[in-house]
C-alpha cells in the first residue's frame, strides 16, 4: 500500500520560502504512470490544487500560483518537494501531497504551515 | 478556470435515510469528475472517479452519476461514518488547472 508523508517547517515568515517534501513508501515513486501532488487547504476552506510532476521532471502548475512555486523530485529518495516563494498570511494552510493519475487516490496525512513572522 | 460549485452548503440527513449531494461544473468536464469524503483532521478520501466508478474499497452505498456540467454523490443509506464534507474535483483541462468544489457538509439531523 502506497503511503505519503509530508515534513518541512511548521513556522515561515511572511516574504520567506515554504519548503516541504513528500516522501513515498510502499512503491516506487517511478512506477506506473502516475503524477506526485501537492494540493492545500487553509483551515475551514476548500481544496486548492498548487502542481504537479511526473518522475522525468515535468510539471504543471496551478496558474495562479505558478510564478512562486517549484516542485522537484528525487528518485533515489522516492520524494518530491514543494518550494513557495514570497509567502504572505494567504498562504497559511494544511498543505498535503497526493499521488494523482488524474484524480487523487493516495493521500499524506497532511501538514499545517503557518505564515507569521 | 473551470468553477464547481456544489449545493447545498450544508445538508441535514438522518441515519438510514439517502443522501443526495450535487456539483455543476461552469463548462463541461464530460466524465472527468471525482468525489471525496473529508473527516475532520483527516485528509480526503477518494471516493468516487470518472463520475461513476468506486474506488478501491468503497463500498456500494456510494454512487456518483452525471456528465457534462451535473453530477450527483449519492449515498443510499446513511451511518454513522459518513457524516463528513464532501467535495467534487474536475481533472478535464489541458494542461491541467485541477479545481475543486467548495465542499458540502453532510450533518446529522
Known amino acids: 500500500q502506497v503511503q505519503l508523508q509530508e515534513s518541512g517547517p511548521g513556522l515561515v515568515k511572511p516574504s520567506q520560502t515554504l519548503s516541504l517534501t513528500c516522501t513515498v513508501s510502499g512503491g516506487s515513486i517511478s512506477s506506473g504512470s502516475y503524477y506526485w501532488s501537492w494540493i492545500r487547504q487553509p483551515a475551514g476552506k476548500g481544496l486548492e490544487w498548487i502542481g504537479r510532476i511526473y518522475t522525468s521532471g515535468s510539471t504543471n502548475y496551478n496558474p495562479s500560483l505558478k510564478s512562486r512555486v517549484t516542485i522537484s523530485v528525487d528518485t533515489s529518495k522516492n520524494q518530491f518537494s514543494l518550494k513557495l516563494s514570497s509567502v504572505t498570511a494567504a498562504d497559511t494552510a494544511v498543505y498535503y501531497c497526493?499521488?494523482?493519475?488524474?484524480?487523487?487516490?493516495?493521500w499524506g496525512q497532511g501538514t499545517l504551515v503557518t505564515v507569521s513572522s | 478556470e473551470i468553477v464547481m460549485t456544489q449545493s447545498p452548503a450544508t445538508l441535514s440527513v438522518s441515519p438510514g435515510e439517502r443522501a443526495t449531494l450535487s456539483c455543476r461544473a461552469s463548462?463541461?468536464?464530460?466524465?472527468?469528475l471525482a468525489w471525496y469524503q473529508q473527516k475532520p483532521g483527516q485528509a480526503p478520501r477518494l471516493l468516487i472517479y470518472g463520475a461513476s466508478t468506486r474506488a478501491t474499497g468503497i463500498p456500494a452505498r456510494f454512487s456518483g452519476s452525471g456528465s457534462g456540467t451535473e453530477f450527483t454523490l449519492t449515498i443510499s443509506s446513511l451511518q454513522s461514518e459518513d457524516f463528513a464534507v464532501y467535495y467534487c474535483?474536475?481533472?478535464?483541462?489541458?494542461?491541467?488547472?485541477?479545481?475543486f468544489g467548495q465542499g458540502t457538509k453532510l450533518e446529522i439531523k
Open positions: 463548462q463541461s468536464v464530460s466524465s472527468n
Open positions: 474535483q474536475q481533472y478535464n483541462n489541458w494542461p491541467p488547472e485541477y479545481t
Open positions: 497526493a499521488r494523482e493519475a488524474d484524480y487523487f487516490d493516495y
